[in-house]
């Protein structure tokens, strides 16, 4: 098809919609726009709010809603069949909004910024549902959900990309560490769970590389047996 044109300045970023049939893009002329992507034709008006440009768009897993992270340090949700804003702007972010998106299952956004941290919100209704990601020492530009939700990937200008777990590691009924893969690792002694601080941080690419393998360790149900002895 011939070039969609619309926007009147630099377009940040475009995507599909999941069936394929219609494409958004989010510019530095502050608007979100949505196009046929079978004629090229725009499909309704620009979607406006944002007050600076617009980084970074994207479509819900089911193609009902339109996410948008700005220039403006604010995250944005959007009807995709009316371009009705559909709840406040996220706000939390100290700095640009470089990359949004969905959890697979449609329940959270994450986003990563120029504050060096990736966040992680409730669709339904806008609250965080974790403490900010941090790990970067520079401005993130990409995230990511793995495809069963469970981890984030993250890339920065620190020329590193991390993976972050999502899941709660520890059970603080029953104290287990668990591993990625729901294995038991260590029992924490009661006293000392309060203690813990646990780093979602899972994998570290770009700057160093650490391996440390389980087997080489007492661990699962062996470990309670050390735990006794102290």
């Not at 209704?125 to 995230?143: A, I």
């Not at 360790?217 to 102290?230: A, D, P």
Request: charged fraction near 20%.
């Amino acid at each position: 098809m011939k070039p969609l044109k619309g926007h009147t300045d630099s377009v940040w970023s475009v995507g599909f919609s999941p069936d394929g049939t219609h494409i958004i893009s989010g510019s530095d002329d502050n608007t979100i726009r949505m196009w046929d992507a079978r004629t090229g034709e725009e499909v309704m008006e620009p979607l406006k709010g944002h007050t600076h440009s617009v980084l970074s768009v994207g479509f819900s897993p089911d193609g009902t809603h339109i996410i948008s992270g700005s220039y403006d340090n604010r995250i944005r949700m959007w009807d995709a069949r009316t371009g009705e804003e559909v709840m406040k702007p996220l706000k939390g972010h100290t700095n640009l909004v470089l990359s949004v998106g969905f959890s697979p299952d449609g329940t959270r956004i994450i986003s990563g910024s120029s504050d060096n941290t990736i966040r992680m919100w409730h669709v339904r209704t806008g609250e965080e549902v974790m403490k900010p990601l941090k790990g970067h020492t520079d401005l993130v530009r990409s995230v990511g959900f793995s495809p069963d939700g469970t981890r984030i990937i993250s890339g920065s200008d620190d020329n590193t990309i991390q993976m972050w777990n999502v899941r709660v590691p520890c059970s603080t009924e029953e104290g287990w560490v668990n591993g990625p893969d729901g294995e038991l690792i260590f029992w924490v002694l009661p006293e000392w769970r309060t203690f813990l601080q646990w780093s979602p941080c899972i994998l570290l690419i770009g700057q160093a590389r650490v391996i440390c393998n389980l087997r080489d360790y007492v661990h699962g149900r062996e470990w309670i047996k050390c735990c006794s002895t102290l």
